[in-house]
């Protein structure tokens, strides 16, 4: 996991320890949905898989998972996971084998990459026949008036314009990335968590716009979020939940697109 790696957007490196303990899993409907397409069930290679996520639940149901990371950080908050084997490692550059995958995932991360060079690189490790499920989640809902229009005020006014410029394919749902690959047809699902208030504060600071705002004012905006939301969310645990967006297709030839 160590060594020097070519340049790369490296937004959640300085907040590896809260984007581990802040970010939601994902359901395991996806995951038996990504088994069933796959053409076997040997390797799948979890690409920019963060601190693992969505790894775990890939080993369950793959013999093996190569999860990679660009970030020494990240992957130092990753757990211990049977038949997983953690690589330092930019998504362009996997140093995987050719033709060695089942699968390829990317959970919330595609909209970080070079893609003309990512999709020549998954043309060159998926074995034939083999897929490409990438996801996204955008703004989170809660089931509460008072407490929507606070989140969305932050997320879009006090950091609004600390997002990078990638982020508008998270808004698109993806809609925005020319996908090379012939699509499959995904389920509908979405992400659903039970949190206190402290949870969703620890979520708003693992965002790159919240990192990007300290980094440039040299103060914490979560903290006036803070005092907005508590009055509203008390001691109460809310659910929180954000529809999932899913860019999926079989990869169909090896080479460059």
């Known amino acids: 996991m160590s060594g020097s790696l070519p340049d ?12 581990a303990a802040s970010r939601p899993g994902y359901p395991d409907a996806l995951f038996d949905w990504i088994a069933r397409v796959a ?22 149901r793959f013999e093996l998972v190569v999860a990679t990371d660009a970030s020494a950080e990240q992957l130092s908050h990753a757990p211990p996971i049977p038949r997983t ?17 089942d ?26 026949g083999g897929v490409l499920v990438a996801w996204t989640y955008g703004p989170q809902r809660i089931d509460d008036p008072a407490i929507d229009p ?3 005020r932050f997320a879009n006014g006090e950091v609004g314009p600390c997002w990078p410029a990638n982020r508008r394919h998270v808004d698109s749902g993806y809609a925005t990335i020319d996908f090379p690959f012939p699509r499959l047809d995904p ?7 039970s949190w206190t208030l402290e949870q969703m504060l620890g979520y708003a600071r693992s965002w790159s716009a ?31 939940r954000w529809p999932l967006a899913i860019l999926a297709g079989r990869v169909d030839a090896v080479g460059t697109p």
């Open 150 to 152: 606070i989140l969305n």
């Open 39 to 60: 053409p076997a069930r040997e390797v799948v290679w979890d690409c920019a898989c963060g601190s693992g996520q969505a790894t775990a639940s890939l080993a369950a």
């Open 103 to 128: 699968a390829v995932t990317i959970a919330q991360a595609l909209h970080w990459f070079d893609f003309d060079a990512f999709w020549a690189e998954v043309r060159r490790v998926v074995r034939p």
């Open 187 to 193: 389920p509908s699902l979405e992400l659903e968590v």
């Open 85 to 101: 084997v953690w690589k330092r490692a930019v998504a362009e550059s996997s140093g995987l084998p050719a033709a060695s995958v």
């Open 210 to 240: 919240t990192q990007r705002y300290v980094a440039s004012y040299g103060s914490d905006p979560v903290e006036a979020l803070a005092e907005a939301l508590r009055p509203h969310w008390g001691s109460r645990t809310l659910v929180v």
């Open 8 to 19: 790369f957007a490296d937004h959640f490196s300085p907040v590896a320890a809260t984007y």
